[in-house]
């Protein structure tokens, strides 16, 4: 044996030795405590309460329960052990799970993960998750905590936000595939529309509002023989914003050369005065708002070319009480241009 066979195995038996040693070394952990309960709900107390035992150990038992609240739990437990790399995994097991999370869920991943990222360094991917959770949270504690957030670090340029626009994709809510013998081509965007669903619509849970663009879209496609559903936009009442039309093709929905170069966005909800009429809640707004903006920036689109249907034809789309929101938003753009919109709409 040579002497360098030799140097390599008396080297290895030396590894060998110092990793049993730090295996022994230490205070050994204590052993995973069988009547431990994974917590029930997800809320601020439950979620962030302070570990009472050590944080690893906690993390091994809650490993056993895929439930949303033990996923979300483990997301906060993995940031005090300033892991944000598994904290992210952990919140897209709720995220992106096969059951869709409720709004309040949806928030508290949101956060979670807007923790993590500006811990690994991704700003502007932070600011989204937690503009996305502000609009989503119904905890008062954490809107607290959320405000208090969003108001300090607002500063991101709206070029980042823009290709960081968080938008449930069409399988999000199951399309139908887009009818290609009966679309048009796009063909440059120059314009956007505002409208309304002219529907009483109040829920904020994801199945609900995935379902209600799902009526929108058969009814558009079933019973007035579009190729897909008219909007290339929808905006549920929690804020959440789901991708209708592909926006490569012209839309359906301000009637006939009007579609041209035309984005539409559609509010859920019938914003009319009396009987079954509604407000757009203020998360509506604000992600319209921040929409808009983005969409302008992104397209080189000027506030007069912001529209709203009532503009192109006698209708009361998108609403008496949501015209005069729409006419403030454009005051808005005039007054402080496309940039300040994007950052006050994540305020
Ligand atoms: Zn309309």
Redesign the pocket.
């Known amino acids: 044996m040579s002497s360098f066979l030799l140097r390599r195995a008396f080297g290895a038996t030396f590894v060998l030795l110092a990793v049993v040693g730090a295996a022994c070394a230490g205070p050994s952990k204590p052993r995973p405590d069988r009547s431990f309960q994974p917590p029930a709900t997800v809320s601020f107390a439950a979620t962030m309460a302070r570990p009472a035992m050590d944080p690893e150990v906690e993390l091994e038992l809650l490993a056993r329960h895929k439930t949303t609240p033990a996923l979300l739990r483990s997301a906060w437990l993995f940031l005090q052990l300033d892991n944000p790399r598994a904290a992210i995994d952990a919140t897209a097991e709720v995220l992106y799970g096969p059951v869709q999370p409720s709004a309040n869920d949806e928030a508290f991943a949101r956060y979670l993960r807007a923790e993590a990222y500006q811990r690994s360094g991704f700003a502007e991917r932070a600011e989204w998750d937690r503009q996305q959770a502000a609009t989503l949270a119904n905890d008062p504690e954490l809107r607290q905590r959320l405000a208090s957030l969003t108001r300090s670090t607002s500063t991101v340029a709206p070029a980042a936000l823009a290709t960081e626009l968080v938008v449930q994709p069409r399988s999000a809510w199951s399309a139908r595939a887009v009818d290609k013998s009966n679309v048009n081509a796009m063909q440059g965007i120059r314009r956007i ?4 669903s ?1 529907m009483y619509f109040r829920d904020t849970r994801p199945n609900t509002c995935a379902a209600q663009i799902q009526k929108i879209q058969r009814e558009h496609m079933s019973g007035r023989g579009y190729g897909d559903i008219g909007y290339h936009f929808l905006i549920d009442p929690s804020g959440r914003i789901w991708e209708g039309r592909d926006l490569r093709y012209q839309g359906a ?2 009637d006939g050369d009007n579609n041209k170069n035309n984005v ?1 966005i ?1 509010l859920l909800g019938n914003f009319m005065r009396g009987r079954n009429g509604q407000s757009p809640s203020q998360a509506q707004v604000r992600a319209m708002r921040l929409l808009t903006a983005t969409l302008m920036a992104k397209h080189n689109v000027g506030p007069d070319e912001i529209y ?3 503009d192109f034809k006698a ?1 009361d ?2 609403g008496v009480v949501m015209e005069p929101i729409v006419d403030q938003m454009v005051r808005d753009l005039n007054r402080q241009g496309v940039s300040a919109m994007v950052e006050a709409a994540g305020q």
């Open positions: 529309t505002i409208h309304h002219a929905h301000a539409g559609c709203q249907h009532s209708t789309c998108p």
